[in-house]
């Protein structure tokens, strides 16, 4: 692994208003020439080897803006013989006006393009408040009575010489903002400025030599606290969790009641072409813990006995652990992917497929697994857009609810996407109610509960302006978000759980199981660009989009 | 990053550091403490106020110790005599009595320190002692402490080829492999490779423990999808088609970046197989119209890609994407029009007629070329291609790009072959301009030549332009790029495939240079002591870990009299005679051997007897290869002669290999 450093930076920054004059942030104006100069500061760095000078760090930011540039960017980059290897989870941000602000956003939008070099997609909207969004690398901050501040989400950058494994260099990465974000909730700029301390102790813990040492937030969290610990001599500073032999769940712990929630969610991810097909469709399902037990219980997790685990042939590289559940008639649908929590014995599940082990205090995830087998929508949308260029778009969309008539799917949400210029929009919905998003571009259908087999309608109105702005629009897909209660589209289900503790106490197991829709938007509409190419003849929007 | 009024800022600290009020409240004195970190993670220099941090050290307050110890490390090397004070103070906190002194916690920070050490000390003479303690710590209860004594072992045993894994070591860790976190496991699983297990049975029992790991839980990540999708890539170059039945995987989704969609439509397009061809190129045609427009180029450039197999389908569908008459769209299409008619000379009939009216939405340098070239080259097929490049005459004057005007003039050169009476006029008009009034010196004197050469006959024009339209046999040449898994096994999961391989030679050169550079004064005056220069090309070897690969730098140019003067110092290093039969073609030749990065210095036109070519490479260890063909007239061989500026006999063997490549396949097709 071996990585020399780790910066967190603030990829941003700052406004420098004419030539010379130094920084002056107070008061914009727009006739002035203004530049945008980026010299990343290091929010926080912890130079873990010392073989890499500390100051290697002022080459990423140029390096950044030049791949940027180029359309070449990509999370691993060099300078002379120092390999960055970043990552960063947002690159959309936002320019808000409040109240009197130079320039007005048709400003600020061409502003943007011009500082931030590689933005792309610059796109404004007015209203009471006005915003400008700029989908680009680097950071855009919020413009407030005239003083224009950046905020940003951080990048975090780790800096090796060696011929490093990038995908655990990655790995690390992400493990180190998780544990930041369980410390602070959001890691952000500020965050990071209040908490510098706490971050310097986590970094000092999470790696030693450029080697990760103790990663775990729980066990963290009991000896590098808030308050900060005090020393007192004759008394072991490190709790005995660091040191023990599970890991991950400490001596000691004392409930006055004994209980488990089991949690079976299942998620639906789904691409679907203009025409209808379905692309893709898999199924991610997990089942999650809350574990509120005394002692160090022993647990034991049955699943329904039509789950088969069956590891296909025990070849020499299975690359695939499946597991089998075979539905009511006799139809079985195939697992893969099961992973499992460090806990969980792999040698007794390999040996009688028994899943035991002792729990973690808390919330964690037992296994998850995945469901590649095409199975239906549950929710099948089907929409017509129609655009009458400067005067209206009018969107019209069918929702069928596509599962069993005794479950309900809650808390539906379909978010239509609508040209940024759209203005005084009008709705009719046959259930739920709908609501302009004018900042996500979007329309939310929201319905409290859609029992299976039934249909909705919405129509939408939207009127356009008479001057059409003039840079092409990508379209991006209508999402559907929903959860049903009582549900899992792979038939699984807990037979039983058993907890034995030596204190022999009575504990309750609780079980849930609900089925939701994936991360990722369900209906990617953008295809329709691509079965009719002809769309694009309009910029931006197509005169008329079909399913 | 210089902080303004930093000196004030130190003095101010340095006397609150000082004050007995502060240093007596606990909370206010750390705040102060807090201030002097922060002003040092901005980047001002804080090494003004080292004493009287050092004796901020002297606390229970081991959030405040913490931040003493940061700050001393920082500075401690630019006060090397104030910080031998801190010894003192740092051997007191060594000696706290302290029950957790067996800890595993402690065991953990002492095994690396152990490394730290011997890094610090440099090449210094390794402690028996202290790796036979290592070795049996790998015994140790606690995971980590195994882990880092690995880590520990192979850091100060560097220079003796790192922890050596025997039997009982090996087995040991296999059996602790389900105790350990998963960076552990990455790690020992790592060293595990160094294992050679003695029988199959004991093999087969290794990967059945191992079995369980192939699950892993780390979340998912767009950067390592990324990792992921470069080494399949790579995969893919020794195993083509390998994951042709999983191809809807590699279809890009919307909220995915860039650079995850581009690695996705290269994987695609190697994919491509007779049975999911249609729905490939389906969906790349539904990328060809994406907002982004570098990635709908790259698509166009794929289904380009994959027109050298399924032509046909490929150019319909280029040809339907000219209809969108968008500017980003066109131009890509034509390039890719000029490269295919190159390779697939039957697809020649279906691209000349997709021509027309493709010239109204070019605009840029690239994509006038390639439609200039298709008109001169298949000019006689396009029935209006003379008036398109009259209309590229007329607005010459406003013609930015040099490169464009060249083109023009060899292009209407070309199709005043094939017809005449509808170029001369055109063709004198452009000659005048680029003679008379042309700015750039290298358009003029392309202009002079041509119209020498119009003076020398028509005849002569026609040897000297007309060359064969199309080369498929370059394709063969493209192909043999294969390599079996075996050969890069071990640069899985390092950077070398994330960056690709022939950027990281790239990069590895430039850090070979600039590794030698600044080094070299600093070496003088230790010279003496001996063994630096070896252990300089040490470090240089390991950098380089399959050192019999050869690898050609592409663009690596050498001008004709340094090529002179390098080929009469070196001796001939090699020399051979491959078969040869017929004439020489010296452009398919050139161009066959700048696939393969070798250069052409020099080389007779066709038909020169006796033919020779001079030609010129260098690999990525800076190793330069000279190569002189000679082919005479009375016999059917092809005499090669190689000189070499340093000595390798493997890259050598690897160099001649490729000319053989190269000089066999072009022999062949000539024949």
Known sequence: MSASAVFILDVKGKVRLGAGSGERTESLDPSSDQTFSAHPQPLISRNYKGDVAMSEIEHFMPLLMQREEEGALAPLMSHGRVHFLWIKYSNLYCIRGHGRIPGGPEWWAAQAQRWWAGTRGAQYSSGSGWRVRVQGLCSIGTLQNGTFSLTSLPAVVATTLKNANASLVYSFLYKTVEVFSEYFKELEEESIRDNFVIVYELLDELMDFGFPQTTDSKILQEYITQQGNKLETGKSRVPPTVTNAVSWRSEGIKYKKNEVFIDVIESVNLLVNANGSVLLSEIVGTIKLKVFLSGMPELRLGLNDRVLFELTGRSRITLLTRLRVSGSKNKSVELEDVKFHQCVRLSRFDNDRTISFIPPDGDFELMSYRLSTQVKPLIWIESVIEKFSHSRVEIMVKAKGQFKKQSVANSVEISVPVPSDADSPRFKTSVGSAKYMPEKNVVIWSIKSFPGGKEYLMRAHFGLPSVEKEEVEGRPPIGVKFEIPYFTVSGIQVRYMKIIEKSGYQALPWVRYITQSGGSPTWHLQRELSSTPLYLLCPGWPHLSRM | ?671
């Open chain 2, 1 to 671: 990053m210089p902080y303004l009024g930093s000196e004030d800022v130190v003095k101010e600290l340095k006397k609150a550091l000082c004050n007995p009020h502060i240093q007596a409240d606990r909370l206010r004195y750390r705040n102060v403490i807090q201030r002097v970190i922060r002003h040092m993670t901005q980047g001002s220099d804080m090494s003004g106020v080292f004493m009287e941090m050092v004796k901020a050290s002297a606390t229970i307050d081991i959030v405040q110790k913490k931040l003493v110890y940061l700050y001393m490390c920082t500075y401690a090397p630019l006060k090397p005599d104030l910080a031998l004070l801190a010894i003192n103070t740092l051997c007191k906190d060594c000696s706290d009595p302290n029950p957790m002194d067996k800890a595993s916690y402690v065991r953990r920070v002492a095994v690396l320190g152990c490394a730290k050490m011997h890094t610090l000390h440099g090449d210094s003479e390794v402690d028996g002692a202290l790796v036979n303690e290592l070795y049996s710590l790998l015994r140790d209860q606690d995971p980590i402490v195994v882990v880092n004594c690995l880590r520990s072992l192979e850091e100060i045993l560097k220079q003796e080829g790192g922890v050596v894994i025997n039997k009982p070591i090996a087995h040991h860790l296999l059996n602790r492999m389900s105790t350990l976190d998963q960076w552990g496991q990455a790690e020992v699983l790592n060293f595990l490779l160094r294992y050679q297990p003695r029988s199959e049975e004991e093999l087969f029992d290794i990967l059945n423990l191992l079995d369980g790991f192939l699950k892993s839980s780390s979340p998912e990540s767009r950067e390592l999808c990324f990792a992921a999708l470069c080494h399949v890539r790579q995969v893919l170059h020794s195993l083509p088609g390998h994951f042709s039945s999983h191809y809807k995987k590699f279809f890009c989704s919307y909220s995915e970046p860039h650079y995850i969609r581009l690695q996705k439509v290269e994987v695609l397009c190697e994919l491509v197989n007779d049975e999911n061809v249609q729905q490939v190129l389906e969906e790349l045609r539904g990328y060809c119209t994406d907002v982004s427009a570098d990635f709908a180029q790259a698509a166009i450039f794929a289904i380009g890609g994959i027109a050298r197999t399924y032509t046909d389908q490929c150019v319909q569908i280029l040809t339907e994407l000219l209809g969108l008459r968008q500017e980003h769209i066109t131009t890509v299409v034509v390039q890719t029009f000029r490269d295919l008619v190159w390779l697939c000379p039957q697809c020649t009939e279906a691209v000349c007629q997709a021509l027309p009216g493709c010239e109204e939405s070019i605009q840029d340098s690239e994509g006038k070329q390639a439609l200039i070239w298709l008109l001169g080259v298949h000019g006689e097929r396009i029935p209006n291609a003379p008036y398109v490049l009259e209309d590229f005459v007329e607005n010459v004057k406003s013609e930015t790009f040099p490169a464009v005007k060249m083109e023009l003039l060899t292009a209407l050169l070309r199709l005043f072959l094939s017809r005449p009476a509808e170029c001369q006029d055109t063709l004198g008009r452009l000659l005048y301009y680029c003679i008379e009034e042309e700015k750039d010196m290298a358009v003029r004197d392309r202009g002079l030549f041509y119209y020498r050469l119009l003076l020398a006959g028509i005849d002569e024009v026609k040897r000297i332009l007309c060359c064969p339209k199309s080369d498929p046999s370059l394709r063969l040449l493209e192909d043999q790029a294969e390599r079996p898994v075996n050969s890069w096994a071990s640069d899985f999961n390092t950077l070398v495939p994330v960056y690709g391989k022939a950027l990281w030679a790239t990069i590895s050169k430039c850090q070979g240079v600039e590794r030698r550079g600044p080094e070299l004064p600093n070496t003088a005056p230790f010279a003496t002591s001996g063994p630096l220069i070896p252990e300089e090309n040490k470090e240089r070897v390991q950098e380089l870990p399959d050192s019999r690969a050869l690898m050609l730098v592409p663009n690596h140019q050498l001008t004709a009299a340094c090529f002179e003067k390098t080929w009469v110092s070196l001796k001939v290093a090699h020399q051979q005679v491959f078969p040869w039969q017929g004439a020489v073609h010296p452009d398919t030749l050139q161009m066959a051997l700048q696939v393969v990065n070798i250069q052409t210095i020099a080389m007779n036109r066709a038909g020169a007897q006796p033919w020779k070519a001079y030609l010129s490479a260098q690999d990525d260890t800076g190793c330069l290869f000279l190569t002189e063909l000679l082919l005479e007239p009375e016999n059917l061989q092809m005499q090669i002669s190689v000189k070499q500026n340093k000595a390798r006999t493997e890259t050598l063997n690897s160099f001649i290999s490729v000319l053989e490549t190269v000089i066999g396949t072009i022999g062949d097709i000539k024949s």
